[in-house]
């Protein structure tokens, strides 16, 4: 069989046939593409809230080291009023509690980055309470 042999009919089914084919390959293509654009989107916004949550937990503990630094620079403070346990401030509640394992569920590259801040912070906390035992 030849296409100058079709008669008009045939050559127009098989021509809306493949625009058919050819709408459901797009239309399956761009769904697909759809659940990895909202799968990304998920992930940033996951990302821009857990960034901001550090943000504010280091402004936080700026805020602290500078109440710490006043206690020994300003003769008029006597008394240590920071959170010396690091399990009960604002990070350490989010780190040793449900929020960072979040984080590290829904981006799993987080653990090891995550891992490295935890001496750091009971040793900024440790350090705060044995220079209020001192003062």
């Known amino acids: 069989m030849n296409w100058k042999n079709l008669k008009i009919t045939a050559k127009l089914a098989i021509g809306f046939g493949l625009v058919l ?3 459901g390959l797009i239309s399956v293509l761009s ?13 940033v916004i996951h990302g821009n809230q857990l960034d901001a949550l ?15 630094s006043n206690l020994i620079t300003d003769e008029q403070v006597t ?5 010396t346990d690091p399990h009960k401030c604002q990070l350490g509640q989010w780190y040793y509690g449900e929020g960072r394992k979040e984080a590290v569920q829904a981006m799993p590259s987080l653990a090891p980055i995550l891992k490295t801040l935890d001496k750091p912070h009971a ?13």
């Open 54 to 68: 550090l943000i504010q937990d280091e402004v936080d503990h700026l805020i602290w080291a500078e109440e710490v």
């Open 79 to 83: 008394e240590l009023h920071v959170e």
């Open 21 to 23: 084919v050819l709408l």
């Open 123 to 135: 040793m900024l906390h440790t350090t705060a309470d044995d220079i209020g035992k001192v003062f």
């Open 31 to 43: 769904l697909t593409g759809l659940g990895t654009f909202v799968d990304n989107a998920t992930t």
